[in-house]
């Protein structure tokens, strides 16, 4: 039984609280900052839903750690519906709407709520790369799932694109369903200020 403040049966526990949250965007913020510091317009590009609440901290910690000027794009990728994974998946399709204009040449931070089996981000940094080409891409995620057991397409491809990429990452976390600071489960919970730990079988058909 939850013994949170969310006094909700489907939420397992608080797994990384907001006021812990706000010192890690910060940092990732810092970071940013120092290593984009000349850079004359950083355009940061947020993935719809889920990276809205984390995008909006990243930016304002940008500037108040003296970083560049920054422009705010988004795109929205579905990759799981309503739904949560299945063990052992291979692939899975992204569909992509609003691809911004006007990126061709320009520096680019992705900011994406979690790397979980990687299928979101390595097609979105494909299109930016390859179809609209931009001059470069780093990702900057909040949470990155630590993958019990991948199939062997989800290592290569999640090696491929943390290794190809620098990343700012904010935590790692163990491989469970997770909500809140805009995750959701079944579009539910992304108003939490905190990460929680969600009990997947309650929202299982
Ligand atoms: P990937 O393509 O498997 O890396 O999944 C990334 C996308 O799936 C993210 O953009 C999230 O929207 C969603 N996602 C993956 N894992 C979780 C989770 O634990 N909670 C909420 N959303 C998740
Ligand atoms: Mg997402």
Redesign the pocket.
């Known amino acids: 039984m939850s013994q949170n403040q969310y006094h909700d049966e489907r939420v397992e526990c608080v797994l990384h609280p907001a006021s812990e949250i706000g010192a890690r965007v910060q940092e990732l913020a810092a970071e940013i900052a120092a290593d984009y510091a000349g850079c004359p317009m950083l355009h940061v590009v947020g993935?719809l839903?889920?990276?809205f609440v984390f995008m909006s901290d990243l930016v304002r910690g940008i500037q108040t750690s003296d970083g560049p000027p920054v422009c705010i794009d988004f795109v929205r990728?579905s990759?799981?519906g309503a739904g949560?994974?299945e063990a052992g998946?291979a692939s899975?399709s992204?569909s992509l709407e609003l691809l911004p204009d006007g990126l061709a040449g320009c520096d680019v931070i992705l900011v994406?709520?979690?790397?979980?089996?990687?299928?979101?981000?390595?097609?979105i940094v494909d299109v930016l790369e390859n179809q609209v080409g931009v001059r470069s891409v780093s990702l900057c995620v909040l949470?990155v799932?630590h993958l019990a057991e991948p199939s062997a397409e989800?290592d290569d491809l999640r090696r491929r694109l943390l290794t190809t990429h620098k990343v700012y990452a904010g935590f790692e976390?163990p491989d469970?369903?997770?909500?809140g600071y805009g995750?959701?489960?079944g579009e539910q919970f992304r108003e939490f200020p905190d990460v929680v730990i969600?009990n997947e079988e309650l929202f299982q058909a």
């Open positions: 993935v839903k889920g990276a990728a990759t799981y949560v994974k998946e899975r992204v994406e709520d979690i790397l979980d089996q990687g299928f979101t981000l390595s097609h949470l799932k989800v976390i469970r369903w997770v909500a995750l959701d489960v969600v």
